[in-house]
């Protein structure tokens, strides 16, 4: 059910930073952005962003052994704060590439910055990296 | 969350992937492994279905351009079905409809490996 404008609401979750854990955060957050206002495709656009910095957290994120997510609603839409508790991410964990020739690497992060409204990180050796990244709710 | 791999003889040398579930960081490997052993044994034709797939990611991406690099080295191709909107939107915001013939049905994606 589609939450009243203007509501604030903050949801937390913390998984291990194992693959079989990401499912969860993809579901939990898809079941966040569902009290928004959103089209089904944006939920799914969400979904995948979530699972992508999860999954960049887990390949590139260097002495982290789990990831926090925690999700912001408000009247114009869904923040999604993707935070790992490493030493910062490796360079190649924020590549971004649109790929005409078959290349495996930076798809997460292009993936990432084409669904959601704003992405930023912030990497840090001793804090870890933080992703924020914001989904507008269509007016 | 589980991905089920389904692989059978279709005409010629082709074989066809069977996917149905979800690809991503956890479940890709068992996708890969599937592929590696066909093109192991010399199968470089492939069809990869993947109607049955509702949920996606760029590992699962991975390992469909891995498998398609592999067989583009013997001369071979991977052709897709895909019929989900939103595995579809994906293919075309990585650019991978460049790379891959992605199509509605097997038939489709069978002729054109001929």
């Given amino acids: 059910m589609p939450q009243s404008q203007g509501t604030l609401g903050v949801v937390e979750l913390r998984i291990p930073s194992k693959a079989e854990w990401v499912a969860v955060a993809r579901l939990a957050v898809a079941a966040v952005a569902n009290r928004l206002n959103f089209s089904i495709e944006d939920i799914e656009d969400v979904k995948l962003a979530v699972a992508e910095a999860c999954t960049n957290c887990i390949q590139h994120a260097e002495g982290s052994d789990q990831i926090q997510i925690t999700c912001e609603t408000g009247p114009e839409g869904l923040t999604v704060r993707v935070h790992d508790f490493g030493r910062g991410m490796r360079p190649e964990g924020l590549q971004s590439i649109r790929t005409d020739e078959p290349h495996v690497g930076g798809l997460g992060v292009f993936l990432i910055r084409s669904l959601m409204d704003s992405v930023e990180y912030d990497v840090n050796p001793e804090r870890g990296t933080n992703l924020v990244m914001t989904k507008k709710v269509a007016h | ?114």
Avoid: W
């Fill in chain 2, 1 to 114: 969350m589980d991905i089920k791999v389904d692989v059978r003889e279709s005409k010629g040398d082709t074989y066809v992937v069977d996917l149905n579930g979800e690809i991503d960081v956890y479940t890709s490997p068992k996708v890969k492994d599937a592929i590696g052993e066909l093109i192991d044994k010399g199968h470089y034709n492939l069809v990869i279905n993947l109607e049955k797939v509702r949920y996606i990611d760029s590992t699962g991406l991975g390992v469909l351009i891995g498998g398609l690099k592999r067989v583009r080295e013997h001369g071979g191709t991977v052709n897709l079905v895909c019929t989900n909107p939103q595995i579809k939107k994906i293919f075309d915001i990585t650019g991978l409809v460049k790379i891959f013939g992605i199509y509605e049905d097997e038939n489709a994606a069978m002729q054109a490996l001929v």
